[in-house]
């Protein structure tokens, strides 16, 4: 049946032709989707036309108008008719007729009507006064009677919106917050409601009328598709139901995948959650484009004039290597040139998490359209950087949701696209897989203070459940995944060991915790032989209380916590071994011993700095065995104090971040006298270019002397350029070793990194009185983990009572 044939059956018959021809409209085949919508929207305006003409013929100033939903022409099977009768004024209880005759045949087919009665006056008065008039009135469209008169209120309207915008848009927002808090995610619900839930279709028309105001608008790309797809399932769920819902409950799901011709109703509700999602992205930018504009528009005359009429500066600062914040949000520096810079969308996504700011929509982009992919196994930045993204906190979500927006997290990791957007039908679950996981990288990046490989946590967080999109259990299949994407990453082949037990034994705690008898030794032995070693069960403990934190209020309890944390206790006794002593290093290298040899004829420091490169893989340094990030710094000078807190406070002057660091006294040749200590480190600039070597070793030399007061210079530089406060990070945590050495009290340190901290450290051990046998400094991701082995001035180890309180100590001073 074609379009006209409809039309003619309505014109026929009248409100009963009209009804038999959207009867067969709605329950023919051939036609669903947009045309269907348009179709239903041609056939209520014929209809509805001939009412008024039969009913109104001889008024003047009158005219239908169709608004909202029915004014954009997307009639749902069970949609509302909106409707306006708009009249002059001239003839009051002649319309009041009219309308009596218009709306009871609607009411008569049992169709949901939504009317009034206004002049345009009373229609503009009413929109002023209520924002969900305003915003009908945005899609008014002209059905019958006076043209003019229909024109003359959408002139009108439009101006009123476009006039008020700088205050209506906020109060729009705060009426989509509100709506959100109520209903929740689409993205995210088992049950959604389709329209009121945020991502649903009033969020898509929200972003209609902020486009009308010419104050901003949205991203379109995808948008027009996404309200597509809500609409046919929302045609779909009323023809199933035959009921009036925006309510996607569970049992009507397979009954509405079958109308669509899906396979079941888990593709169903992906397809409902990609929706929802561009749609969120969209209103997440576009908002935060209105109040970009807002603000420059307050602050624009205030500027000008304190500037005499002159073009305000534009005011960048940097973040990291081709990044910098402009405006509240994180944009490519002028220089940055993505098609030469693999990296850089990782760098550019750590550095807007670290900063607690946006990542801009246009710098999202341009990297999606020009950045090379990552070689494989990654750089070793590459992998630094994924990991101060996932132990940014809360600002994570964000950032991650923009980079998958614009396809780069399926770029970066292939194995995503079976776990985005999939949803998990079990009730103690509140995310779809994809969302738990980095749900769980949050959680996790507030234990990472627990844990001596925060990065092989915060890494397990992201993968643990990467199974859960192929068939079997999730966890046997995660565990494959999880070997090759950590190699391709780049981790060593330890670590990606560690990495799979993880991913294959994530649940291994809890379920043996709440289900076996812990007074068994069988049960406590085979958790052990499953987890392997010490380090792997602190790193298992905190992922399995990040996971279950992650998944939803019903899944930890203090009572499941005490039932992990008495099972990790009795694990960790059968995995005890004996004493641990310093690590051992490695015989001097000939630069090494040249380079103390020199120091001890000058009497001062000497230096070498060399930049790395990563080898194409060999025999002896396969692929997934990459170099260290950074470049090679060794220091040799004299033994003497202060030489940790002077070469750190140095780097940190040259804004100098370090990865990696060995400090320890160098055995000098036979026939050298003296007593060297040996610094090697790894570092990298935070951005720009590495310092010369000679200008190192100027200031170096002046900080052992004491002429340059390294913290007096980094404390001006933090005045004058203060850090933005972005993520809050988990306090540090300095606690003593006891029994891990026989030969020095080991002092460990896990803080957040940032600059001068490695200073802060050694000018707290040198004013506590230890002397420093050797240090042995990591930075993984923003998380500093570094060791200590310290001894009394006669070279043994502390008592206890001492190491305690220089441990307090410490610990008081990097809170301060």
């Known amino acids: 049946m074609t379009s006209t044939d409809v039309r003619k059956d309505a014109d026929d018959s009248g409100p009963s032709g009209y009804a038999a021809a959207r009867l067969r409209l709605l329950t023919e085949g051939a036609r669903s989707g947009p045309p269907r919508r348009a179709a239903l929207a041609e056939l209520t305006d014929d209809w509805l036309s001939g009412l008024f003409s039969a009913a109104g013929e001889e008024l003047r100033g009158v005219s239908l108008i169709a608004v909202g939903g029915y004014g954009r022409g997307e009639l749902s099977p069970r949609s509302d008719l909106d409707l306006l009768l708009l009249h002059d004024g001239s003839d009051s209880d002649a319309v009041a007729a009219l309308a009596d005759r218009m709306w009871y045949p609607v009411w008569d087919l049992g169709l949901a009507l939504d009317h009034s009665v206004r002049t345009p006056a009373e229609a503009r008065k009413t929109a002023g006064e209520d924002l969900k008039v305003q915003l009908g009135l945005l899609d008014a469209r002209h059905l019958a009677g006076d043209l003019g008169l229909t024109a003359g209120l959408r002139t009108a309207v439009l101006a009123d919106w476009r006039n008020q915008a700088p205050k209506r848009l906020p109060e729009l927002q705060e009426l989509c917050a509100e709506r959100a808090e109520r209903q929740g995610e689409l993205q995210y619900l088992l049950e959604p409601d389709l329209k009121e839930a945020r991502g649903g279709l009033r969020d898509a028309t929200a972003l209609r009328a902020v486009a009308a105001s010419w104050l901003a608008d949205a991203p379109r790309e995808g948008l027009d598709d996404a309200r597509r797809r809500l609409l046919d399932v929302r045609d779909a769920l009323h023809l199933t139901t035959g009921r009036a819902t925006d309510r996607l409950a569970l049992q009507e799901q397979d009954q509405v995948a079958a109308e669509l011709g899906l396979l079941d109703a888990d593709t169903l509700l992906r397809q409902v959650y990609e929706a929802a999602r561009v749609i969120s992205y969209a209103s997440d930018v576009t908002w935060r484009e209105v109040g970009r504009v807002l603000r420059s528009r307050a602050v624009r005359p205030r500027l000008r004039a304190m500037l005499g009429g002159g073009k305000p500066v534009v005011d960048r600062s940097p973040l990291a290597e081709g990044v910098v914040e402009q405006d509240g949000e994180v944009v490519l520096a002028r220089a940055a040139r993505p098609e030469r810079d693999p990296v850089l969308p990782l760098r550019a996504a750590a550095a807007a998490a670290q900063a607690g700011l946006p990542l801009s929509l246009h710098a999202v982009r341009r990297m999606a359209g020009a950045a090379r992919p990552l070689p494989s196994p990654w750089p070793a930045e590459a992998r630094e950087q994924l990991v101060t993204l996932l132990g940014s906190g809360q600002p994570t979500i964000d950032v991650w949701e923009a980079l998958e927006a614009e396809g780069l997290i399926t770029r970066l990791l292939p194995d995503w696209e079976r776990v985005r957007c999939r949803p998990q039908r079990n009730a103690v679950h509140v995310w779809t897989v994809d969302r738990h996981l980095i749900e769980t990288a949050v959680r996790a990046s507030e234990f990472t203070r627990r844990v001596s490989r925060p990065d092989l946590l915060l890494v397990a967080a992201l993968l643990h459940d990467i199974g859960k999109g192929w068939p079997g259990d999730h966890s046997v299949a995660g565990e494959i995944i999880a070997k090759d994407v950590a190699a391709r990453i780049g981790f060593d082949r330890t670590d990606v060991t560690v990495l799979a037990t993880l991913v294959r034994h994530h649940l291994l705690l809890i379920d043996t915790a709440t289900r076996r008898d812990l007074e068994d030794p069988a049960t406590v032995r085979s958790v052990a032989e499953a987890v392997g070693s010490q380090s792997t069960l602190e790193l298992l403990h905190a992922l399995t209380e990040a996971d279950a934190l992650a998944t939803g209020p019903a899944a930890w309890s203090s009572w499941r916590g005490s039932l992990v944390a008495d099972l ?46 990563e080898p194409p893989p060999t025999e002896e340094q396969p692929a997934g065995d990459p170099e260290p990030l950074g470049v090679e710094l060794l220091i040799a000078v004299p033994d003497q104090a202060g030489v940790l807190p002077a070469v750190a406070g140095v780097l940190a002057m040259h804004r100098l971040t370090v990865r990696t660091a060995e400090l320890r006294a160098l055995d000098l040749p036979d026939g050298v006298e003296g007593s060297v200590l040996l610094l090697n480190w790894r570092v990298a600039a935070e951005y720009g270019s590495l310092p010369q070597a000679a200008r190192l070793r100027a200031d170096l030399v002046r900080a052992l002397d004491g002429s340059l007061d390294i913290t007096a210079r980094l404390a001006e530089r933090d005045a004058a350029y203060p850090r933005r406060r972005g993520v809050v990070a988990p306090p540090p945590r300095v606690t003593v070793h006891p029994t891990a050495s026989r030969l020095a009290t080991v002092i460990e340190v896990r803080a957040q990194d940032v600059p001068g901290l490695l200073h802060r450290i050694g000018h707290a051990l040198e004013e506590a009185g230890v002397r420093m046998r050797s240090a042995h400094v990591s930075t993984l991701g923003a998380n500093a983990v570094d060791a200590f082995y310290v001894t009394g001035p006669e070279g043994a180890p502390l008592p206890s009572e001492e190491a305690a309180s220089v441990a307090r100590k410490l610990e008081e001073t990097l809170r301060g």
Do not use: F, M, N
């Open 568 to 613: 990790v206790k009795r694990v960790h006794a059968v995995l005890s071994g004996d004493l641990e002593d310093e690590p051992e290093s490695a015989a001097p290298t000939a630069e090494q011993e040249r380079l103390a040899i020199e120091s001890v004829a000058t009497g001062g420091p000497v230096l070498a700095l060399r930049a790395q490169t």
